[in-house]
Protein backbone atom coordinates (compact mmCIF):
# COMPACT_ATOMS: atom_id res chain seq x y z
CA UNK A 1 0.00 0.00 0.00
CA UNK A 2 1.09 3.67 -0.76
CA UNK A 3 2.62 5.25 2.46
CA UNK A 4 2.02 9.07 3.05
CA UNK A 5 5.30 9.97 2.67
CA UNK A 6 5.40 8.03 -0.88
CA UNK A 7 6.25 9.97 -4.02
CA UNK A 8 4.44 9.96 -6.47
CA UNK A 9 5.54 8.25 -9.80
CA UNK A 10 3.88 9.76 -13.19
CA UNK A 11 5.00 6.64 -14.90
CA UNK A 12 1.89 4.45 -13.19
CA UNK A 13 -0.07 5.87 -15.70
CA UNK A 14 1.84 4.42 -18.32
CA UNK A 15 2.45 1.42 -16.88
CA UNK A 16 -1.08 0.71 -16.23
CA UNK A 17 -1.89 1.11 -19.89
CA UNK A 18 0.52 -0.94 -21.03
CA UNK A 19 -1.04 -3.69 -18.63
CA UNK A 20 -4.32 -3.25 -20.37
CA UNK A 21 -3.83 -4.34 -23.95
CA UNK A 22 -0.06 -6.46 -23.36
CA UNK A 23 0.81 -9.73 -21.62
CA UNK A 24 4.11 -9.02 -20.58
CA UNK A 25 4.93 -5.59 -19.15
CA UNK A 26 8.63 -4.57 -17.94
CA UNK A 27 8.93 -2.18 -16.10
CA UNK A 28 13.31 -1.35 -16.00
CA UNK A 29 15.54 1.09 -14.46
CA UNK A 30 18.94 0.94 -12.07
CA UNK A 31 19.33 -0.61 -9.11
CA UNK A 32 17.31 1.62 -6.33
CA UNK A 33 15.12 3.77 -8.17
CA UNK A 34 11.89 2.76 -7.09
CA UNK A 35 10.70 0.01 -9.42
CA UNK A 36 9.83 -2.49 -6.95
CA UNK A 37 7.73 0.48 -5.04
CA UNK A 38 5.81 0.94 -8.49
CA UNK A 39 5.37 -2.44 -9.26
CA UNK A 40 3.50 -3.27 -6.00
CA UNK A 41 1.61 0.31 -6.77
CA UNK A 42 0.33 -1.26 -9.37
CA UNK A 43 -0.42 -4.83 -8.43
CA UNK A 44 -2.17 -3.35 -5.67
CA UNK A 45 -5.39 -2.32 -7.70
CA UNK A 46 -5.96 -6.29 -9.25
CA UNK A 47 -7.46 -8.80 -7.87
CA UNK A 48 -5.31 -12.50 -7.55
CA UNK A 49 -1.91 -10.79 -7.82
CA UNK A 50 1.21 -12.89 -6.89
CA UNK A 51 4.20 -11.14 -6.31
CA UNK A 52 7.80 -12.86 -6.31
CA UNK A 53 11.37 -11.27 -5.76
CA UNK A 54 14.21 -13.30 -6.94
CA UNK A 55 16.98 -11.07 -4.79
CA UNK A 56 15.79 -13.81 -2.22
CA UNK A 57 17.66 -17.01 -2.85
CA UNK A 58 15.00 -19.78 -2.05
CA UNK A 59 12.42 -17.93 -4.78
CA UNK A 60 15.36 -18.01 -7.01
CA UNK A 61 16.40 -21.20 -6.68
CA UNK A 62 12.65 -22.70 -7.73
CA UNK A 63 12.74 -20.05 -10.82
CA UNK A 64 16.48 -21.40 -12.06
CA UNK A 65 15.33 -25.07 -11.05
CA UNK A 66 11.69 -25.09 -12.64
CA UNK A 67 11.05 -22.24 -14.44
CA UNK A 68 7.89 -23.88 -16.07
CA UNK A 69 6.27 -24.16 -12.84
CA UNK A 70 7.18 -20.70 -11.73
CA UNK A 71 5.42 -19.20 -14.68
CA UNK A 72 2.37 -21.53 -14.49
CA UNK A 73 1.58 -20.42 -10.72
CA UNK A 74 0.18 -16.76 -12.19
CA UNK A 75 -2.57 -18.65 -12.97
CA UNK A 76 -5.72 -16.39 -14.06
CA UNK A 77 -4.14 -13.55 -12.48
CA UNK A 78 -1.11 -11.57 -12.28
CA UNK A 79 2.59 -12.27 -11.49
CA UNK A 80 4.89 -10.13 -10.43
CA UNK A 81 8.45 -10.92 -10.61
CA UNK A 82 11.08 -8.41 -9.40
CA UNK A 83 14.54 -8.26 -10.41
CA UNK A 84 13.56 -10.76 -13.10
CA UNK A 85 17.50 -10.49 -14.87
CA UNK A 86 18.78 -12.94 -12.37
CA UNK A 87 17.04 -16.01 -13.66
CA UNK A 88 17.13 -15.71 -17.49
CA UNK A 89 15.59 -19.17 -17.65
CA UNK A 90 12.45 -17.74 -17.42
CA UNK A 91 11.94 -15.96 -20.95
CA UNK A 92 11.12 -19.39 -23.08
CA UNK A 93 8.44 -20.60 -20.30
CA UNK A 94 7.05 -16.78 -20.56
CA UNK A 95 6.78 -16.90 -24.20
CA UNK A 96 5.23 -20.33 -23.96
CA UNK A 97 2.97 -19.00 -21.61
CA UNK A 98 1.93 -15.99 -23.07
CA UNK A 99 1.42 -18.06 -26.47
CA UNK A 100 -1.44 -20.17 -24.91
CA UNK A 101 -2.87 -17.55 -23.24
CA UNK A 102 -2.98 -13.66 -24.51
CA UNK A 103 -4.75 -12.02 -22.19
CA UNK A 104 -3.32 -8.92 -21.22
CA UNK A 105 -1.66 -7.85 -17.66
CA UNK A 106 -0.21 -11.73 -17.00
CA UNK A 107 3.23 -10.92 -15.96
CA UNK A 108 4.91 -8.27 -14.94
CA UNK A 109 8.23 -8.15 -14.05
CA UNK A 110 11.08 -5.79 -13.22
CA UNK A 111 14.46 -5.25 -13.47
CA UNK A 112 17.79 -3.33 -12.77
CA UNK A 113 19.40 -4.66 -16.30
CA UNK A 114 18.05 -4.66 -19.65
CA UNK A 115 16.51 -7.95 -19.68
CA UNK A 116 16.90 -8.27 -23.08
CA UNK A 117 21.11 -8.10 -22.93
CA UNK A 118 21.69 -10.40 -19.84
CA UNK A 119 23.28 -13.58 -21.02
CA UNK A 120 21.11 -16.48 -21.03
CA UNK A 121 17.95 -14.89 -22.35
CA UNK A 122 16.58 -17.34 -25.08
CA UNK A 123 13.91 -14.62 -26.62
CA UNK A 124 12.97 -11.18 -27.21
CA UNK A 125 9.08 -11.57 -26.19
CA UNK A 126 8.67 -9.78 -28.95
CA UNK A 127 5.12 -8.66 -29.73
CA UNK A 128 4.10 -10.30 -26.54
CA UNK A 129 5.88 -7.50 -24.22
CA UNK A 130 6.28 -3.57 -23.63
CA UNK A 131 9.05 -2.10 -21.48
CA UNK A 132 9.13 1.16 -19.71
CA UNK A 133 11.93 2.54 -18.12
CA UNK A 134 11.83 3.64 -14.78
CA UNK A 135 14.67 6.86 -14.03
CA UNK A 136 15.07 8.69 -10.98
CA UNK A 137 12.67 10.61 -9.43
CA UNK A 138 11.66 13.94 -11.40
CA UNK A 139 11.39 17.29 -9.48
CA UNK A 140 8.38 17.31 -9.99
CA UNK A 141 8.03 13.74 -8.19
CA UNK A 142 10.03 15.34 -5.80
CA UNK A 143 7.32 18.23 -5.21
CA UNK A 144 4.21 15.74 -5.22
CA UNK A 145 2.99 17.98 -7.97
CA UNK A 146 -0.80 16.27 -8.12
CA UNK A 147 -0.20 16.26 -12.25
CA UNK A 148 3.04 15.36 -14.02
CA UNK A 149 5.41 18.35 -15.32
CA UNK A 150 5.31 18.69 -19.27
CA UNK A 151 8.13 21.21 -20.51
CA UNK A 152 7.87 20.33 -24.35
CA UNK A 153 4.12 20.42 -24.35
CA UNK A 154 3.54 23.70 -21.80
CA UNK A 155 6.72 25.46 -24.10
CA UNK A 156 4.74 24.54 -27.56
CA UNK A 157 1.50 25.17 -26.19
CA UNK A 158 2.37 28.83 -25.65
CA UNK A 159 1.20 29.00 -21.82
CA UNK A 160 1.97 32.16 -20.18
CA UNK A 161 4.90 32.35 -18.54
CA UNK A 162 4.76 32.78 -14.21
CA UNK A 163 7.07 33.91 -11.51
CA UNK A 164 9.47 31.55 -11.47
CA UNK A 165 11.91 30.60 -8.66
CA UNK A 166 15.85 30.62 -9.20
CA UNK A 167 17.77 26.90 -9.65
CA UNK A 168 19.03 25.95 -6.36
CA UNK A 169 22.42 23.78 -7.16
CA UNK A 170 21.40 21.65 -4.07
CA UNK A 171 18.60 20.63 -6.13
CA UNK A 172 20.71 19.54 -8.88
CA UNK A 173 23.89 18.01 -6.47
CA UNK A 174 20.87 15.85 -5.37
CA UNK A 175 20.01 14.27 -7.79
CA UNK A 176 16.72 11.94 -7.52
CA UNK A 177 17.68 8.74 -6.14
CA UNK A 178 14.78 8.13 -3.69
CA UNK A 179 16.83 6.73 -1.21
CA UNK A 180 19.57 9.69 -1.37
CA UNK A 181 17.03 12.56 -1.59
CA UNK A 182 15.57 11.88 1.96
CA UNK A 183 19.26 12.10 3.41
CA UNK A 184 21.04 15.09 5.08
CA UNK A 185 24.20 15.42 2.21
CA UNK A 186 26.80 13.59 4.10
CA UNK A 187 24.54 10.75 4.49
CA UNK A 188 23.73 10.46 0.65
CA UNK A 189 27.14 10.20 0.06
CA UNK A 190 27.72 7.63 2.15
CA UNK A 191 24.80 5.72 0.58
CA UNK A 192 26.26 6.62 -2.64
CA UNK A 193 29.70 5.05 -1.64
CA UNK A 194 27.93 1.89 -0.57
CA UNK A 195 25.76 1.88 -3.89
CA UNK A 196 28.80 2.10 -6.50
CA UNK A 197 30.75 -0.52 -4.64
CA UNK A 198 27.82 -3.36 -4.59
CA UNK A 199 27.26 -2.29 -8.54
CA UNK A 200 30.41 -2.99 -8.65
CA UNK A 201 31.66 -6.09 -6.56
CA UNK A 202 28.40 -7.59 -6.63
CA UNK A 203 26.38 -7.06 -9.77
CA UNK A 204 28.90 -5.98 -12.29
CA UNK A 205 30.01 -9.90 -11.42
CA UNK A 206 26.65 -11.49 -11.56
CA UNK A 207 25.51 -9.80 -15.16
CA UNK A 208 29.00 -11.06 -16.40
CA UNK A 209 28.20 -14.88 -15.10
CA UNK A 210 31.76 -14.69 -13.28
CA UNK A 211 33.48 -12.03 -15.04
CA UNK A 212 34.20 -9.24 -13.50
CA UNK A 213 34.19 -5.28 -14.04
CA UNK A 214 37.18 -4.56 -11.96
CA UNK A 215 37.46 -1.21 -13.72
CA UNK A 216 33.75 0.13 -13.31
CA UNK A 217 33.84 2.37 -10.52
CA UNK A 218 36.81 4.17 -12.20
CA UNK A 219 34.90 4.17 -15.62
CA UNK A 220 31.65 5.60 -13.94
CA UNK A 221 33.94 8.19 -12.10
CA UNK A 222 35.06 9.16 -15.35
CA UNK A 223 31.62 9.92 -17.10
CA UNK A 224 30.86 11.88 -14.02
CA UNK A 225 33.74 14.00 -14.47
CA UNK A 226 32.65 15.32 -17.33
CA UNK A 227 28.72 16.22 -17.19
CA UNK A 228 27.25 15.18 -20.45
CA UNK A 229 30.17 14.61 -22.95
CA UNK A 230 30.92 13.74 -26.74
CA UNK A 231 31.44 9.80 -25.99
CA UNK A 232 35.60 9.37 -26.88
CA UNK A 233 36.40 5.66 -26.20
CA UNK A 234 40.02 6.02 -27.25
CA UNK A 235 40.34 8.69 -24.54
CA UNK A 236 38.49 6.56 -21.60
CA UNK A 237 40.65 3.92 -22.76
CA UNK A 238 44.22 6.12 -22.44
CA UNK A 239 42.66 7.22 -18.88
CA UNK A 240 41.90 3.71 -17.66
CA UNK A 241 45.10 2.19 -19.12
CA UNK A 242 43.00 -0.83 -21.08
CA UNK A 243 42.26 -1.46 -24.82
CA UNK A 244 39.23 0.38 -26.57
CA UNK A 245 37.33 -2.86 -26.82
CA UNK A 246 37.50 -3.40 -22.93
CA UNK A 247 36.27 0.19 -22.78
CA UNK A 248 33.46 -1.01 -24.73
CA UNK A 249 32.59 -3.80 -22.92
CA UNK A 250 32.44 -1.56 -19.71
CA UNK A 251 30.29 0.64 -21.38
CA UNK A 252 28.02 -1.81 -22.73
CA UNK A 253 27.59 -3.14 -18.87
CA UNK A 254 27.41 -0.15 -17.38
CA UNK A 255 24.34 0.90 -20.24
CA UNK A 256 22.75 -2.84 -19.39
CA UNK A 257 22.81 -1.97 -15.33
CA UNK A 258 20.79 1.27 -16.92
CA UNK A 259 23.60 3.72 -15.15
CA UNK A 260 24.39 5.82 -18.45
CA UNK A 261 21.99 7.68 -20.58
CA UNK A 262 23.30 8.75 -24.10
CA UNK A 263 21.82 11.14 -26.37
CA UNK A 264 22.31 10.78 -30.30
CA UNK A 265 23.17 13.92 -32.87
CA UNK A 266 20.72 15.27 -34.79
CA UNK A 267 20.39 15.47 -38.84
CA UNK A 268 17.97 16.57 -41.12
CA UNK A 269 18.16 12.75 -41.99
CA UNK A 270 18.98 9.54 -40.76
CA UNK A 271 21.77 9.65 -43.54
CA UNK A 272 22.53 13.33 -42.98
CA UNK A 273 23.76 13.15 -39.09
CA UNK A 274 26.73 16.29 -39.16
CA UNK A 275 28.34 14.08 -36.27
CA UNK A 276 27.86 10.47 -35.17
CA UNK A 277 29.17 10.95 -31.70
CA UNK A 278 26.72 10.56 -29.10
CA UNK A 279 26.74 12.20 -25.81
CA UNK A 280 26.66 10.46 -22.44
CA UNK A 281 26.25 10.73 -18.74
CA UNK A 282 25.07 8.75 -15.88
CA UNK A 283 21.92 8.30 -15.09
CA UNK A 284 21.76 11.25 -12.38
CA UNK A 285 23.48 13.85 -11.03
CA UNK A 286 23.40 13.19 -7.73
CA UNK A 287 25.85 9.87 -8.30
CA UNK A 288 27.70 12.48 -10.66
CA UNK A 289 28.49 15.00 -7.83
CA UNK A 290 28.95 11.91 -5.39
CA UNK A 291 31.72 10.21 -7.83
CA UNK A 292 33.52 13.56 -8.60
CA UNK A 293 33.65 14.62 -4.88
CA UNK A 294 31.29 17.88 -5.91
CA UNK A 295 28.72 19.49 -3.42
CA UNK A 296 26.85 22.34 -3.23
CA UNK A 297 29.05 24.63 -1.76
CA UNK A 298 31.45 24.35 -4.96
CA UNK A 299 28.52 25.32 -7.26
CA UNK A 300 29.20 28.52 -5.63
CA UNK A 301 32.90 29.24 -5.88
CA UNK A 302 35.07 29.98 -8.93
CA UNK A 303 36.89 27.02 -9.12
CA UNK A 304 33.90 24.89 -9.25
CA UNK A 305 31.85 26.93 -11.93
CA UNK A 306 32.91 24.78 -14.86
CA UNK A 307 31.81 21.42 -13.19
CA UNK A 308 28.34 23.18 -12.10
CA UNK A 309 27.85 24.32 -15.62
CA UNK A 310 28.57 20.48 -17.10
CA UNK A 311 26.38 19.34 -14.25
CA UNK A 312 23.57 21.50 -15.23
CA UNK A 313 23.41 20.53 -18.65
CA UNK A 314 23.22 17.23 -17.68
CA UNK A 315 20.60 17.95 -14.86
CA UNK A 316 18.04 19.24 -17.62
CA UNK A 317 18.87 16.94 -20.27
CA UNK A 318 17.90 13.65 -17.50
CA UNK A 319 14.86 15.45 -16.79
CA UNK A 320 13.57 16.19 -20.28
CA UNK A 321 14.60 12.35 -20.42
CA UNK A 322 12.41 11.55 -17.75
CA UNK A 323 9.14 13.58 -19.06
CA UNK A 324 9.14 11.65 -22.10
CA UNK A 325 7.57 8.58 -19.96
CA UNK A 326 4.34 10.62 -19.72
CA UNK A 327 4.52 13.80 -21.71
CA UNK A 328 1.79 14.48 -24.09
CA UNK A 329 3.96 15.10 -27.27
CA UNK A 330 5.83 12.48 -28.38
CA UNK A 331 9.40 13.33 -29.07
CA UNK A 332 13.10 11.97 -29.01
CA UNK A 333 15.78 13.62 -27.61
CA UNK A 334 19.41 14.46 -29.76
CA UNK A 335 22.30 17.08 -29.36
CA UNK A 336 23.77 19.42 -32.74
CA UNK A 337 27.52 19.92 -33.60
CA UNK A 338 28.15 20.86 -36.83
CA UNK A 339 32.07 21.01 -37.98
CA UNK A 340 31.50 24.96 -38.03
CA UNK A 341 31.79 24.69 -34.64
CA UNK A 342 27.71 25.33 -34.27
CA UNK A 343 26.17 23.59 -30.85
CA UNK A 344 23.11 23.01 -29.59
CA UNK A 345 22.56 21.47 -26.08
CA UNK A 346 19.83 19.94 -26.78
CA UNK A 347 17.33 19.49 -29.66
CA UNK A 348 14.19 17.65 -28.98
CA UNK A 349 12.27 16.28 -32.36
CA UNK A 350 8.36 16.05 -32.16
CA UNK A 351 6.96 13.12 -34.54
CA UNK A 352 5.54 15.54 -36.75
CA UNK A 353 9.12 17.10 -37.63
CA UNK A 354 9.04 20.14 -35.31
CA UNK A 355 11.93 21.01 -33.19
CA UNK A 356 11.98 22.25 -30.04
CA UNK A 357 16.30 24.06 -29.86
CA UNK A 358 17.18 24.56 -26.17
CA UNK A 359 20.32 26.19 -24.78
CA UNK A 360 21.68 25.94 -21.55
CA UNK A 361 23.34 28.08 -19.17
CA UNK A 362 24.39 27.47 -15.28
CA UNK A 363 24.46 31.96 -14.76
CA UNK A 364 21.56 33.48 -13.01
CA UNK A 365 21.59 36.15 -16.39
CA UNK A 366 21.68 36.13 -19.77
CA UNK A 367 22.21 38.24 -22.44
CA UNK A 368 22.17 37.96 -26.69
CA UNK A 369 24.88 36.42 -26.35
CA UNK A 370 23.40 33.23 -24.78
CA UNK A 371 20.86 32.54 -27.57
CA UNK A 372 22.64 33.17 -30.63
CA UNK A 373 23.49 29.57 -31.08
CA UNK A 374 19.63 29.32 -31.20
CA UNK A 375 19.61 31.71 -34.13
CA UNK A 376 22.27 30.49 -36.21
CA UNK A 377 20.98 26.90 -35.86
CA UNK A 378 17.37 28.51 -36.61
CA UNK A 379 18.39 30.26 -40.11
CA UNK A 380 20.42 26.80 -41.05
CA UNK A 381 17.38 24.90 -40.73
CA UNK A 382 14.84 27.46 -42.07
CA UNK A 383 12.71 24.97 -43.69
CA UNK A 384 12.10 23.56 -40.09
CA UNK A 385 9.31 24.89 -37.41
CA UNK A 386 11.81 25.32 -34.79
CA UNK A 387 10.80 26.93 -30.97
CA UNK A 388 13.99 28.19 -29.10
CA UNK A 389 14.20 28.32 -25.71
CA UNK A 390 17.23 29.14 -23.57
CA UNK A 391 17.40 27.91 -20.19
CA UNK A 392 19.52 29.64 -17.10
CA UNK A 393 20.10 29.40 -13.57
CA UNK A 394 17.96 32.63 -12.70
CA UNK A 395 14.50 34.33 -12.71
CA UNK A 396 14.16 36.35 -15.83
CA UNK A 397 11.90 35.15 -18.28
CA UNK A 398 10.81 36.57 -21.63
CA UNK A 399 10.05 36.40 -25.45
CA UNK A 400 11.54 36.90 -28.57
CA UNK A 401 10.40 37.64 -32.05
CA UNK A 402 7.32 35.07 -31.27
CA UNK A 403 9.63 32.35 -31.44
CA UNK A 404 12.17 32.30 -28.67
CA UNK A 405 12.00 31.93 -24.77
CA UNK A 406 14.12 32.84 -22.28
CA UNK A 407 12.89 30.91 -18.83
CA UNK A 408 14.40 29.49 -15.97
CA UNK A 409 15.55 25.98 -15.37
CA UNK A 410 12.85 25.68 -12.85
CA UNK A 411 10.09 26.24 -15.66
CA UNK A 412 10.82 22.83 -16.41
CA UNK A 413 8.80 21.14 -13.47
CA UNK A 414 6.87 24.40 -11.63
CA UNK A 415 4.66 24.97 -14.79
Same mark, same amino acid.
Given at each position: ????????????????? !?? +? &???V? *?? =??????????? @? #??????????????????????? !?? +? &????? *?? =????????V?? @? #????????????????????????L???????????V?D?L??? @?????????????????????D???????????K??????????? @???????????????R????????????????????????????Q??????????????????????????????????????????????????S?????????????????????????????????G???????????????E???????????????????L?????????????????A?????????????????S????????????????????????????????????????
Amino acid at each position: METVDAYPRFLKSGVLE !AL +S &DTPVV *VI =QGARQVGKSTL @A #QFVAGGFPGVRLATLDDPGTLAI !AE +S &DPSFF *VD =QAGQGMLVVDE @A #QRAPNLVLPLKASVDRDRRPGRFLLTGSADLLQVKGVGDSLAGR @AETLELKPLSQGELARRSTPEDFVSWVLEGRRHKHLQALDPATVV @AGGYPEAVRRRPQRARRWFDSYVERLADHDARDLQRGGYAGHLRQLLALIAAGGRQELVKAKIARRLGVSENTVESYLQLAQTMRLVSSTPSWGRSLRGRITRRQRVCLNDTGLSAFLAGFTATHALSIGGREFYGALVEQFVALELEKQQGWSAEQFSLFHFRDLDGLEVDIVAELDDGRLLAIEIKSASSVTEKAWSNLSRFRDRFSDRQITGVCLHAGTQTGLIDGWLHILPITALWQN
